[in-house]
């Protein structure tokens, strides 16, 4: 190796340890130590962590795709893509994003000029469902249901779980912005490329395309949810049945859950289907009704499956309170029986000299034949009152 400074020659030798096939994840040099991932080294830090990867905005952009008269016309980049669309009469780009920081969103937001503040609630996540205009865009946000598959409900089990898409619509681009279990938009794309005469629409076919599919998803996670309910409500009622409120009260948060993702969404539904705009047009307005009707009937459901569990919870509480009856009336009974031979051999316990029959050769075994007699008269009784 030469040495540029003093133009010497050293030779460097290998330290055999790094040879190691378990030591060739990390390393020491003179900058510090190393670690390899991703096919390259990087430097820890001063507390021995990996520093942060850094996504570049192609790795955030799932695609990015120009659409005229109903046809795929280019895959670009977003700012090309943009321009590409005003070459085309009826043209728009259609850029989906996964899960972008405030650097990526800003960058795409002065292609498209968003408006700050919606750029701010696409980053952040974890809005409310909601439709809002800012100048010639809107924005919607719109909440995932992903069914989490599990072989039987307990109390710890997580049955749905919520992400979120962001909708920025123009009239030559949508961009869309997904976050946490949000599944990916892939299918709703070539749903719709098939489908020229709607995606000849513009970005508003785009909009319904993603919201038909949302609350199609809506429907599909109901159904599943269904049989939870059905499943519990068998527990309850049946001959051996326990205590299931920890059950019904984990179900009762996940249809909690469920209800703040998909009860919001009602009004944006009701703005963009019955109130007039260029944006979305009277045509692709009439299927959006038809997506608000479903997401009554999904609402519905909900509010039906959320008294159904109320009233599980009730019965599972009266269940108990039967129950624990039924056992003090059989501890009560049972020990009202054995009172029966307590209380004779109290009297025949007593140290007194002159007492009836003390001394009679045949006093004890009259007096176990008494006590077998009443303690069956005393079975015998609460058995014909239940209580045994």
Same mark, same amino acid.
């Given at each position: 190796m030469t040495d540029d400074r003093h133009g010497t020659h050293r030779h460097l030798r290998l330290d055999p340890r790094l040879m190691d096939p378990r030591r060739l994840a990390r390393r020491t040099v003179a900058g510090g130590r190393q670690?390899?991932?991703?096919?390259?080294?990087?430097?820890?830090?001063?507390?021995?962590?990996?520093?942060?990867?850094?996504?570049?905005?192609?790795? @955030? /952009? $799932?695609?990015?795709?120009?659409? #005229?008269? =109903?046809?795929?016309?280019?895959?670009? %980049?977003?700012?090309?893509?943009? !321009?590409?669309?005003?070459?085309?009469?009826?043209?728009?780009?259609?850029?989906?994003?996964?899960?972008?920081?405030a650097e990526h969103i800003a960058e795409i937001a002065e292609v498209f000029g968003l408006h700050p503040l919606a750029v701010e609630d696409a980053v952040t996540a974890h809005q409310r469902p909601k439709l809002e205009r800012y100048g010639d865009t809107l924005f919607m946000v719109v909440k995932t249901i992903v069914f989490v598959e599990h072989e039987k409900l307990t109390a710890t089990s997580e049955v749905v779980d919520t992400g979120e898409l962001m909708i920025f619509l123009g009239a030559d681009? @949508? /961009? $869309?912005?997904?976050?946490?279990? #949000?599944? =990916?938009?892939?299918?709703?794309?070539? %749903?719709?490329?098939?489908?020229? !005469?709607?995606?000849?629409?513009?970005?508003?076919?785009?909009?319904?395309?993603?919201?038909?599919?949302?609350?199609?998803?809506?429907?599909?996670?109901?159904?599943?949810?269904?049989?939870?309910?059905?499943?519990?409500?068998?527990?309850?009622?049946?001959?051996?049945?326990g205590d299931?409120?920890?059950?019904?009260?984990?179900?009762?948060?996940?249809?909690?859950?469920?209800?703040?993702?998909?009860?919001?969404m009602a009004r944006p539904l009701q703005r963009l289907s019955e109130e007039p705009d260029r944006l979305i047009g009277a045509e692709i307005a009439r299927y959006l009704r038809d997506v608000a009707d479903h997401l009554t009937h999904v609402r519905e459901r909900l509010v039906g499956y959320g008294e159904l569990v109320d009233g599980l919870l009730a019965a599972n509480l009266s269940q108990l309170a039967v129950q624990q009856n039924v056992d003090m009336r059989r501890i009560s009974a049972g020990a009202a029986i054995l009172a029966v031979p307590t209380m004779i051999a109290g009297f025949y316990g007593m140290n007194f000299d002159h007492m009836p029959e003390l001394r009679w050769t045949f006093g004890y075994p009259l007096m176990l034949g008494v006590t077998a007699t009443l303690s069956y008269l005393c079975f015998r009784a609460f058995r014909r009152y239940g209580w045994l």
């Open positions: 670690w390899r991932r991703g096919g390259r080294w990087h430097t820890l830090g001063e507390d021995g962590a990996l520093p942060e990867q850094r996504r570049c905005t192609a790795d @955030v /952009v $799932v695609d990015c795709a120009v659409y #005229a008269g =109903g046809d795929r016309v280019a895959s670009l %980049a977003p700012r090309e893509a943009l !321009e590409e669309a005003g070459k085309h009469d009826g043209g728009f780009a259609w850029i989906g994003l996964h899960e972008p920081d681009f @949508v /961009v $869309v912005v997904r976050h946490g279990s #949000a599944p =990916g938009l892939t299918r709703v794309r070539r %749903a719709l490329e098939s489908r020229p !005469e709607m995606l000849a629409h513009g970005p508003a076919a785009v909009l319904h395309a993603i919201v038909d599919q949302v609350v199609d998803d809506y429907l599909d996670v109901a159904d599943e949810v269904e049989l939870d309910v059905d499943e519990l409500e068998s527990d309850v009622f049946s001959a051996a049945h299931d409120a920890e059950r019904i009260y984990q179900l009762k948060r996940e249809l909690i859950e469920f209800k703040r993702a998909v009860h919001p």
